[in-house]
């Protein structure tokens, strides 16, 4: 089994980790003693514990060392010696300056990949400044033409996150051959520009980049219905679309918006479901429908597993594997 020793918090390298813990990996978690990892606190909370925290760290071992502290950097090495990766996410430079400088690491520990998740990479004139998931994506010109804040944090979990697993999971595949770690520059930014290539594609043509499938034909597009719920419609390919007229008649958005407002929601996955029409559920209605029902992509508690696979297991306290992973001489106060 991949060891794995993560130094980040908050999201993307902990959904990274967790990522990698649905491929198998075993992940040790190392947190500020007292405090934690930040996102511990975040509301909502259960039993003391921030739900958020505990959706994507459950089954990890944590234990907590000052980083700051020379015998706490000596502990970390030695739990380096039988690693496999590193995960950090610390503005560049701050690994350099607590004496754990990614370059040394590699020459200390030659087997070691390491991954250095960031906002906007380890170089260019903005790798210093601070960033948070709606800036990253600003810049990457995700937002452009229908400015809004999505639902998701789609640079911190896809672009971060994701991404980092898919990256850390090729170097570990390279070094089967080569028998060399490395050390990775995941940036957020790179991941979110990486994301839209049929977007950037369009540019490239001179024609506009958001016109086939983010709204602007009739056939694919989102419809209220009857009863104030929503569908989908995709019909793209000949042999939907050629169902969906069967049914509406005129596939004008006009008469689209009229045809499915005359019945109510689950109608109609019944009468066009073979047309790609689906209905759009509210986000409390997702785990209980049969088809995610049938997949198993939730645990006991209602929490739900990395696309990577699936995680069991509790949610660490702070430091709770000292004892077991840094000595007896280690508390939970460490």
């Keep these: 089994m991949y060891k794995v020793i993560d130094l980040s918090r908050l999201l993307p390298g902990p959904y990274a980790t967790f990522c990698l813990q649905g491929l198998g990996m075993e992940v040790i978690k190392v947190e500020e003693p007292g ?10 909370m259960h039993e003391g514990t921030g739900l958020w925290f505990s959706s994507i760290n459950r089954g990890k071992k944590s234990v907590s060392l000052n980083l700051k502290r020379p015998a706490d950097r000596a502990a970390l090495r030695g739990l380096l010696q039988e690693a496999d990766v590193l995960v950090e996410s610390f503005r560049p430079g701050v690994m350099q300056r ?15 990949v390491i991954a250095s ?3 906007w990479g380890q170089s260019g004139p903005m790798a210093q400044l601070p960033g948070h998931d709606i800036g990253f994506m ?10 809004r804040v999505p639902k998701i ?3 911190d979990l896809a672009a971060g996150g994701l991404a980092a697993a898919l990256r850390i999971t090729g170097a570990l595949l390279q070094r089967q051959q ?5 050390w990775l520059d995941i940036a957020m930014l790179d991941g979110l520009v990486g994301l839209q290539p049929t977007r950037f594609a369009n540019l490239v043509a001179g024609a506009a980049p958001d016109e086939v499938l983010t709204g602007g034909l009739p056939q694919y597009n989102l419809y209220r219905c009857a009863d104030g719920g929503w569908i989908s419609v995709g019909a793209l390919e000949p042999q939907f679309l050629a169902l969906l007229q069967s049914e509406a008649g005129d596939l004008s958005a006009d008469a689209l918006t009229t045809f499915f407002a005359s019945a109510p929601r689950e109608q109609w996955m019944e009468r066009l479901g073979e ?16 088809q995610v029902l049938s997949r198993n992509l939730f645990n006991e508690a209602g929490m739900v597993h ?3 696979g699936p995680v069991h297991g509790k949610v660490p306290a702070l430091g709770e594997h000292n004892v077991e992973l840094l000595g007896a001489g280690a508390g939970k106060s460490h």
């Design 117 to 119: 998740i960031t906002g």
């Design 35 to 44: 405090l934690g990892d930040y996102l511990r606190h975040y509301e909502p």
């Design 178 to 182: 080569s028998g060399q770690g490395c």
């Design 306 to 308: 990395p696309p990577t």
């Design 138 to 147: 600003c810049l990457a010109g995700m937002l452009s033409g229908d400015p």
């Design 98 to 112: 607590l004496g754990l400088d990614p370059e040394e690491l590699r020459r200390e520990f030659p087997q070691l």
């Design 153 to 155: 944090q789609w640079g």
């Design 275 to 290: 047309a790609c029409v689906v209905p759009l559920l509210d986000l409390g209605e997702v785990p209980g429908h049969p």
